[in-house]
């Protein structure tokens, strides 16, 4: 899968396909199968990916060791290679399976 997601978060274009097409294709789903309104399943999963963004972005952080590489003003703990374009696409990815979750509950709920 690695070498799978460092082709899909090669540049920022593809990456956002990813993301566009991937969100399309779970907002499909939620219109169709589970009868949300196109804004209703688009909120949640905003809410939802937005969400995960947080929790995905310190994963995997190594701060940089190299003190020349460190600019004036820089925390020392900054990530050296943050890899935000794969954490979009895992965030993407996990919001998704967490979306189809949540809206197959909604019934149970009584929503």
């Known amino acids: 899968m690695g070498s799978v997601l460092q082709v899909l978060a090669a540049s920022t274009l593809r990456t956002l396909g990813v993301v ?3 969100t399309a294709a779970i907002v499909a789903v939620a219109v169709n199968v ?3 309104t ?3 399943a688009v909120a949640l999963y ?3 990916w937005w969400t995960l963004l947080f929790a995905i972005l310190p994963l995997r ?3 940089e060791t190299d003190p020349a590489r460190l600019v004036p003003g820089q925390d020392p703990g900054a990530p050296a290679v943050p890899r935000l374009r794969e954490k979009a696409i895992w965030t ?3 919001a998704g399976a967490a ?3 949540a809206i197959a509950a909604f019934p149970l709920a009584g929503l």
Request: glycine residues 4%; proline residues 0%.
């Open 20 to 22: 566009v097409l991937f």
């Open 38 to 40: 196109i804004f209703g």
């Open 92 to 94: 993407t990815l996990f």
């Open 34 to 36: 589970f009868k949300l």
């Open 99 to 101: 979306f189809l979750i």
């Open 61 to 63: 952080n190594q701060a």
């Open 46 to 48: 905003f809410v939802l």
